[in-house]
Every structure is written in C-alpha cells, then in structure tokens.
C-alpha cells in the first residue's frame, strides 16, 4: 500500500469514529430546543426581545460525535447597552441553563451547564452589524460562522473533523489554558488555508516559530509579526486586530509540527487514538524506582473558580514553585499539574536529587572591580556560613559556603505558606498541603484514573504517538 493509499485509509477509518450520526444530531438539537424555550420563556417574563442561536463547530456542522459540547448566544438587538447584557444576559442564561449551572468568564460571565448529556456555553452577546464596533470579545463570533460555513463545502467538512481529531490525539486540541493549544475555529481556517488535512500537515511539518498565515492579506509579512507577538500568527480574517492562534504555545506548536512529520513519514490511526493501555500502579512504582530521581507531589485542595480562571493560577504558581527549587540549587527536570477541577490540585515535580550537599561553590565578581571584590570579601570573609575562601578563580573571586537548605522536601514545608503564589492557589496551601511522595502519590492515583494517566505520561515522556 501506497503513503497516499495508507493516508486515504487511515483517514476512512477516522471519519467512521467522528462524522456525527442522525442519532448524535437528534440528541443535540433536542438539547438545544430545551434551553432555547427556557430563554424565550424568560425573555418574555421581562419583555426583552433576543435571539438564541447555535454558534461554534455545530452551527458549522465541523463538530466530531465525541464533542458534546454546544455554544449558544443569547443575541441582543445593536441598540442594547454592555451592562444590559453582560447583567440581564447571564439571568436569561441560567434560566435557560435550568437548575444546575456555574459561571464561566471569558471577557464577560457567560454560564456552563449539562443538559440532556450535552455541556452547554450560553452566552450573552450583542449584535454585530457593519461599522459598529463589538462590545465583548464574543461578539464576533456569528460572524466566524458564516465566514466559516460560506467556505467550507462538505467535503471540507470532514477534513476539519480529521484535523480536530489528530490535535486531540497528540494532546494540542483546544484554546483554554489548561492545554494551550489549537482552538477548533483555528482548524477550520488552516483547512480553509491549504485545502485537506493531509496538506495541512505538509505545511505545518516545515513551519518555523513565528509562522505567520493571513487568509485575507490583511498584513504584509512583516507587518503582522510586528502586530502579533505569539509563536503563531494566523490572522482573523474577520478582525485583523487579532491573532486567532494566540492561545497556542510554543510546546502545543512544536508538539503539531513534530507530530505532523511523524504523520507523514507513517501514518497510523495511533495519531488519533492513542492505544488505551491497562495502567497498573506496580508499573508506576517501577518507573519510579529505575531512575534514581527524587518524584514529589505537592497536594492542595481546589479553589472554586471558572477553569480558565484555575489554570491560570495553577500554571502561574507551577512556574513560582519551580522557581523557587531552581533558585535553591535544585536540579528540575520536568514539573507539571493536574486537577479534577472539582476537589484536588496536585503539582508534579521530579528533581535529579531530593537532597543536596551540605556546602556549594558560589561565585563572586571579577577581581578587578575594587568595588564588587570590596562588598563580596565583606559578605563572605567572616561568614559563619564559609567553608573555604574567599579564593581567586581565574579573574573571579569564589567561596564555598554552607547551604542554607539541603532538602527539597524541607525547603517546600518551610517556604510554600510564605510564598507570593497565584491568590486563589496560595489560600488554599496556606489552610493546608500535602507532600507527597513518589509511593502515595501513585496510590492517589489508583482512586482516580485522570492522575494516573498523568503520572503515567509524566514519568514516560515520550509521547504516545512517537514510536
């Protein structure tokens, strides 16, 4: 068989996983009539005229079977006011949500909720028409769908259904900061760009960082890297002041390039379906155990808040604790976070050594600055904590000095309650943490499967896809 044979088959078999059934659309639409007439509903009771409407990847009919997700806006007239439909909007919202129901925020609240096994967006929004400038970010968003559905024919349809599916496989599928990558409108607009997903693929595998794609030439080359500081620009073509791929990282960019060469080279259905392996903790424990590196696990109690919200504070405290390990000497070698959302938050560290020697080498500045050698030699000269020197070491001044913490573990219970972490984060370490080793820690994730696949691929590495 052929590449382009193998390819063509690989994508046959993909599509019959995720081109969405009459069934699946049957229980979506039935879904979405419920909320629609509990906002109809509402909207009478207090004689405000709106429209609801289905937006995203269903209106776009781009949506794959396993996605039950549905984003529906609550459309004000271009006469109403911010307030108004940031305030009476997210009241409509949760009526139109029913009992059960949380706030979300993206520029504005808008609420999440499950009905009838969908998860629903409902979101506040006011009508965009020509020359009127958009009051929330979510504004422009019918207007993403009509340039969507004016471009794509059916066939392009699927080729997006594809393409969600491969960045859902190598784990780059979705804009929220939990992942930090691809959102579902981008990759529409890439197959828009090149055509199919296969080509896609060829582009992707020869980008460099700041690869820069602009539908509508909105931009000269240069102008748009100019307009756009993230690792990729693509260019809204509906609001050239945005960059529609600005969510994506630098590993989520890296990790599609990466991945669509491997594609390329041999194309398997593992790319979209990672093998479901059988993890047993007796495989974690050795993984663990024949490496010789210090695993710890730091475990806090989840703040309530919306999850882009909870992931900004997890990464940014993840980045503040890293630091703090790498300023006290500690070697990292990899550090990352998992959350339920709901209960725990549990941050990952593996170290090459839980313990440090007793004293360090530090360096001071070069000899020949009287100024720097004058403040150093008074610091260190007669410091309880020097163990030899003040020492000259090719033109600089050296000494070696006690540590004032050798222990990871010890240098965590002493410094996290003190620490300048993401608010919501450091309140809940300072009503209490857990450190956890490398043994509890898989016994954690015995109760729970999501921690245990991260522990899994936190300890493996090597992405399921590469073989």
């Excluded at 994730?445 to 073989?467: A, D, H, I, N, T």
Aim: charge should be neutral; glycine fraction near 8%; proline fraction near 5%.
């Amino acid at each position: 068989m052929s590449e382009g044979q193998e390819t063509s088959a690989v994508k046959s078999e993909v599509l019959k996983r995720v081109r969405p059934t009459k069934e699946d659309w049957e229980e979506i639409l039935r879904a979405v009539e419920v909320v629609r007439g509990r906002i109809l509903e509402a909207a009478r009771g207090m004689g405000l005229e709106v429209r609801v409407e289905v937006e995203g990847s269903i209106a776009k009919d781009t949506w794959i079977s396993s996605d039950r997700d549905v984003d529906l806006f609550i459309i004000f007239p271009p006469s109403a006011r911010r307030e108004v439909i940031t305030g009476v909007g997210l009241e409509l919202a949760k009526a139109g949500a029913g009992e059960r129901w949380k706030t979300g925020y993206a520029e504005h609240p808008y609420v999440e909720a499950e009905v009838l096994g969908c998860k629903m967006d409902i979101v506040p929004s006011g009508e965009l028409v020509p020359g009127k400038k958009a009051m929330t970010a979510v504004d422009r968003t019918p207007l993403h769908t009509r340039y969507v559905r004016d471009r794509l024919s059916e066939a392009g349809k699927d080729e997006v259904r594809i393409l969600k599916q491969f960045m859902k496989g190598v784990g780059v599928y979705g804009a929220e900061l939990k992942v930090g990558g691809f959102s579902g409108y981008l990759c529409e607009l890439l197959i828009i760009r090149y055509g199919s997903f296969e080509e896609t693929l060829r582009m992707a595998a020869g980008w460099r960082l700041r690869e820069v794609i602009d539908i509508e030439g909105h931009y000269s080359h240069g102008s748009a890297l100019d307009a756009f500081g993230s690792p990729l620009v693509v260019v809204d073509p509906v609001d050239r002041g945005r960059n529609a791929a600005a969510a994506v990282t630098h590993r989520a960019l890296a990790t599609f390039i990466s991945a669509s060469r491997h594609f390329l080279k041999r194309p398997s259905i593992s790319f979209f379906f990672p093998p479901d392996s059988q993890i047993e903790s007796a495989e974690l424990m050795r993984m663990v155990e024949g490496r010789g590196t210090e695993l710890l696990a730091i475990e806090i109690t989840c703040p309530s808040l919306p999850s882009d919200v909870l992931w900004g504070e997890i990464n940014h405290s993840l980045s503040r604790i890293s630091g703090l390990l790498k300023e006290k000497g500690f070697r990292l070698l990899d550090a990352s976070a998992w959350s339920d959302e709901k209960e725990i938050v549990i941050f990952l560290i593996e170290l090459q050594e839980g313990k440090l020697p007793e004293t360090e080498l530090h360096l001071g500045p070069s000899a020949i600055f009287p100024d720097d050698e004058a403040r150093f030699l008074e610091k260190h000269l007669k410091s309880p904590s020097t163990v030899a020197g003040p020492f000259i070491s090719g033109d600089r001044w050296c000494v070696i000095r006690r540590r004032g913490a050798t222990e990871a573990r010890k240098v965590l219970e002493e410094s996290l309650p003190k620490m300048k972490l993401s608010p919501d984060i450091a309140t809940e370490t300072r009503r209490g943490f857990s450190l956890v080793s490398a043994g509890g820690l898989i016994k954690r994730s015995q109760e729970r499967p999501g921690l245990m696949q991260e522990v899994f691929m936190f300890l493996r590495k090597r992405p399921l896809w590469l073989e």
